[in-house]
């Protein structure tokens, strides 16, 4: 149930569906019913407006319109466009009510105890304006529970965007699959709780529409997810090196240390300028510290392979400097991280960076903020119109051949091979100084230990990602950077149960 369908594969399944015999008006008729259970669980009143747009979701209005009067509502459509002008099941499902229909006026929204918005879903396809937009206002003004059909109409399915206005739901009924446009931002904020119904899909259109966009969790990963074994050590759980910066700039690193301890990595050595050794050896207990000054150095470092992930950039300086340790850094033969100024290094010029990211094979991520995003991905934003944050993180995995983890409320993580996850699980506290230094050491902690478990950068940085905001929301508000590694265990209880494999 991870799937997100864009509206263009959501149409598929609807179409394959059709052919393989289930008539698009049972479809209709289910997905009316379930809209009008909703409105029900949440009337507050008896008398419930359906606003009903010109095409299927308008359907799904009449459907629910009529169910709600056969249980005694006090019901009235109110039809923004022309009767004459409804086609197919839309127009079946019009014919089947009989009760009163208004043409469209927000003065018509004045006597309603809840309002079912059927304007608009996924056949959204241009700005709203008119009459279509001042309902839309006249609902949002009206004040009474609103229950979205699909999508609120006037949000973007795709993309999440609001298309000039858009309803602001109490909650949305949603067919067969969510849509990524009720996770991304500001899609998410229109939506309320979000349920899912099944209205007569079947889960095996999904091998055609073959969907590439999932909502992030451990559905997602949790095959992939490196439980420690009985017969492990610490050498078989990975050994991940975080590079630090100098005397004034130590705590980010230190910050992602702690990150990559606590996500299970064996070992953690912090590689450490001299002037800042006793500083970082002062700070840190299980993590150890090494003196490791520049590029050439940073080489020598990393032709023990068992140091199989490095973590580049929190605090580390932008400059000439960084650009080298990193291109070193993807040398080698780890897993390679880079986060911060390890980023902001190739601003303007990425080139260099990308190529030797293509020239080799062990997994890379980018953890971008949306700053650090437009330094670097600036080309990308000048020569192509992105539409949304998926597109945009989709865009630079395929540009640079890195794991693209674009950081926000509505996390995107994107792989060159097109694969992406939207996380919605991040509480607003989590916008914290350090608290993307301790993802960052999150990710390389799990790629430390991943290999054997096929856990790749996309399952990587997807999973860290999620348990990133699962340890913020257990720590709950006035959680500081510090707190996201100490609250981590609390969230691997419950994941290592979940994701166990039953026992033989
Ligand atoms: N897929 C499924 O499995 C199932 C789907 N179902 C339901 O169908 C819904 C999708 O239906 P849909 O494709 O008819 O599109 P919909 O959202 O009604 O809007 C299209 C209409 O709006 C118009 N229009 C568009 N933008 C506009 C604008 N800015 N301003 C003004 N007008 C605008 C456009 O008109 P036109 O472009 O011709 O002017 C067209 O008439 C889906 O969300 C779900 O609720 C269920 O019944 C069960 C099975
Ligand atoms: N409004 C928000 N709601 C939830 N999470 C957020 C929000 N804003 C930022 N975050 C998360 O907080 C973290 C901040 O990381 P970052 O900006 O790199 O901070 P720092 O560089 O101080 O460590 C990221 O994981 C990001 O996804
Ligand atoms: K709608």
């Known amino acids: 149930m991870n799937e997100l369908l864009a509206p263009v594969e959501m149409s598929e399944a609807d179409r394959l569906t059709i052919a393989a015999g289930t008539p698009g008006l049972t479809?209709?008729?289910?997905?009316?019913?379930?809209?009008?259970?909703?409105t029900v669980a949440l009337a507050p009143g008896q008398r419930v407006t359906v606003v009903a747009g010109p095409g299927n979701n308008g359907g799904d209005g009449?459907?629910?319109?009529?169910?709600?009067a056969e249980r005694g509502y006090s019901v009235k459509v109110i039809l923004v466009g022309e009767a004459s002008r409804l086609k197919g099941d839309a127009r079946a499902a019009f014919d089947r009510w009989r009760g009163p229909v208004e043409a469209a006026a927000p003065e018509a929204l004045a006597a309603c105890d809840v309002i079912v918005d059927a304007l608009f879903g996924a056949g959204l396809d241009r700005p709203v304006e008119g009459?279509?937009?001042?309902?839309?206002?006249?609902i949002n003004a009206r004040g009474v529970p609103v229950v979205a059909v699909d999508l609120p109409s006037g949000i973007n399915g795709a993309t999440g965007a609001v298309m000039g206005a858009a309803v602001k739901a109490t909650r949305t009924v949603t067919f067969f699959r969510r849509k990524p446009g009720h996770l991304l931002l500001p899609g998410r904020l229109h939506c309320g709780p979000v349920a899912v119904v099944d209205i007569g899909i079947p889960a095996s259109v999904l091998a055609s529409v073959q969907p590439k966009t999932f909502a992030n969790g451990p559905a997602l990963w949790g095959l992939h997810f490196p439980?420690?074994?009985?017969?492990?050590?610490?050498?078989?759980?990975?050994h991940v090196v975080v590079v630090s910066g100098g005397l004034s700039t130590t705590g980010a690193a230190r910050l992602a240390a702690r990150g990559a301890l606590r996500a299970g990595a064996g070992l953690v050595t912090m590689a450490s300028p001299r002037e800042a050794l006793a500083i970082n050896?002062?700070?840190s207990l299980a993590v150890m510290v090494r003196p490791v000054d520049g590029a050439l150095e940073l080489a020598e470092f990393?032709?023990?392979?068992?140091?199989?992930?490095?973590?580049?950039?929190?605090?580390?300086g932008v400059g000439a400097a960084m650009r080298d340790q990193v291109l070193t850094a993807l040398g080698s033969e780890a897993a390679v991280v880079l986060d911060a100024d390890a980023l902001t290094s190739f601003a303007g010029e990425p080139e260099p960076l990308f190529a030797a990211i293509r020239a080799r094979s062990a997994a890379v991520v980018l953890t971008p903020h949306e700053g650090e995003f437009s330094r670097l991905f600036k080309l990308l934003y000048k020569d192509l119109k992105v539409k949304s944050k998926l597109e945009a993180a989709r865009m630079a995995a395929a540009a640079s051949g890195a794991v693209v983890l674009f950081k926000g409320p509505d996390t995107v993580v994107a792989a060159p091979d097109g694969r992406a996850s939207v996380s919605d699980n991040a509480p607003p506290y989590l916008a914290t100084a350090g608290s993307?230094?301790?993802?960052?050491?999150?990710?390389?902690?799990?790629?430390?230990?991943g290999q054997e478990f096929g856990m790749t950068g996309f399952e990587a940085a997807s999973a860290a990602a999620w348990l990133h905001g699962e340890a913020a929301a257990a720590f709950g508000p006035g959680l500081i950077a510090e707190d996201l590694p100490e609250a981590l265990p609390g969230v691997y209880r419950t994941l290592f149960?979940?994701?166990a494999p039953p026992p033989p």
């Open 62 to 68: 009449f459907v629910a319109a009529r169910l709600l």
């Open 27 to 38: 479809l209709m008729e289910n997905a009316g019913a379930a809209v009008a259970e909703a």
């Open 281 to 283: 050896a002062a700070g």
């Open 227 to 238: 439980l420690p074994r009985i017969e492990g050590h610490k050498y078989s759980r990975g």
């Open 436 to 449: 993307g230094d301790v993802l960052a050491g999150m990710i390389a902690g799990l790629l430390a230990q």
């Open 497 to 499: 149960a979940q994701v």
């Open 302 to 316: 990393l032709t023990d392979h068992r140091r199989n992930a490095v973590v580049l950039g929190p605090g580390g």
């Open 131 to 138: 009459l279509p937009r001042a309902m839309i206002e006249a």
